[in-house]
């Protein structure tokens, strides 16, 4: 997600600096156990701390295992996003990993885009993609294994797959495996609602984070997210940065701010920045920028949404300023329409974004 170091695509067959190979990940270490768990157990929960590799390697694992996981050769493993960004950008790197064209073994869908196959077996998805499966399909036939991942999220389309995934992993024949994986889930909480199935902690973090506070509640944070930036910048030795804000318009002045500032600054107290947005509106190949190498000597600022919580390594941050704010849809009784309105967010995304 959104601290550390990490490897995305910065295209469809371009593959950027890996700092962490699939060898070293270690979900990786515990991929027998969690084979034995979902062999013998309608019901799996994975929790995975951020950079733990859940997101890529589990689909990976189990796919390997397949000849004794499917009842049928022709199913394959289905894994939900909670981004429709996120289900592109991961099944590309798993398409990379595993040396096939994406939307071929490896695919993904999304709203308005299948870049799946008839012999696709690892798919990547939006949760409401898969739902939309599923009333198609009420026996989600094509699928031996569904990983809903990043279960922390909760959205509606989330919630209403526990509920319908539940009955299913009981009635269906040939039987269905149901793996939920997150990286900060309140484990016992669904253990119980999934009739106490096993759950396997994954240590994820491989490098110290360290924690700084405001002093105070700024009056403005968009502002004073700004001044933090650019102090880091100035002050601070090698190492990206990641900004969280809340949507399309604060991001794309933030980014212009930012660039004005820079050019306002004499260039011997002040370094080379490439500015960078990342959030849903944008097109894949802006989005793409922000997992490529920046120029030599420049320090990269990508100034993102929740887009870059979950799922989504940015590589090369090093420092994280969040505000501590996200737009979430709010449904207004008095008008009977929902809207966006800009809230704080909950302890659980706090402790992702770092």
């Known amino acids: 997600a959104s ?7 910065a295209g469809d067959d371009a593959p950027v600096e890996d700092p962490y190979a699939p060898g070293e990940l270690p979900v990786l270490r515990y ?6 768990a979902v062999r013998t157990n309608p019901t799996t929960v994975v ?12 689909s990976q694992i189990l796919h390997r295992a397949s000849a004794t996981l499917m009842p049928d050769s022709r199913m394959g493993v289905a894994i939900t996003q909670p981004r429709r960004v996120a289900a592109v950008s991961v099944a590309r790197r798993v398409a990379h990993e595993m040396g096939v064209k994406i939307g071929t073994l490896v695919g993904y869908t999304v709203r308005f885009e ?28 094509k699928y031996g294994v569904i990983v809903l991942d990043e279960a922390h999220e909760r959205s509606l389309n989330t919630d209403i797959l526990f509920g319908l995934l539940k009955v299913l992993v009981k009635t269906r024949q040939p039987a269905l495996r149901l793996v939920v994986t997150s990286a900060t889930l309140e484990s016992e909480k669904f253990s119980a609602y999934f009739n106490d199935c096993p759950v396997y902690h994954v240590p994820g973090r491989v490098y110290p984070v360290e924690l700084a506070y405001a002093t105070e509640q700024p009056k403005n944070y968009a502002e004073t997210a700004l001044e933090t930036v650019m102090d880091l910048h100035c002050s601070q030795g090698r190492g990206d940065i990641l900004l969280f804000l809340t949507g399309k318009e604060e991001i794309e002045r933030t980014c212009r701010r930012l660039n004005e500032r820079v050019r306002e600054m004499p260039e011997d107290e002040c370094p ?12 894949p190949e802006l989005q793409a920028r922000v997992f490529a190498p920046p120029p030599a000597g420049c320090r990269r600022v990508v100034v993102a949404t929740n887009l870059a919580e979950t799922s989504l390594t940015v590589p090369g941050v090093v420092f994280v300023v969040d505000p501590g704010f996200t737009k979430q849809n709010e449904y207004d009784p008095a008008t009977g329409m929902d809207s966006l309105k800009v809230t704080s967010i909950s302890a659980v995304q706090a402790r992702q974004r770092a």
């Not at 929790?47 to 589990?58: A, D, F, H, P, V």
């Open 47 to 58: 929790i995975g701390e951020t950079g733990s590799g859940k997101t890529t390697q589990i």
């Open 272 to 283: 080379d920045m490439q500015v960078l947005p990342l959030y849903a509106a944008l097109s």
């Open 31 to 36: 991929a027998e156990e969690i084979l034995q």
């Open 3 to 9: 601290g550390g170091r990490g490897w995305t695509m």
């Open 114 to 141: 299948d870049c799946s196959s008839r012999e696709t077996r690892i798919k990547y998805m939006t949760d409401g993609t898969l739902l939309r499966e599923c009333l198609e399909d009420p026996n989600l036939s």
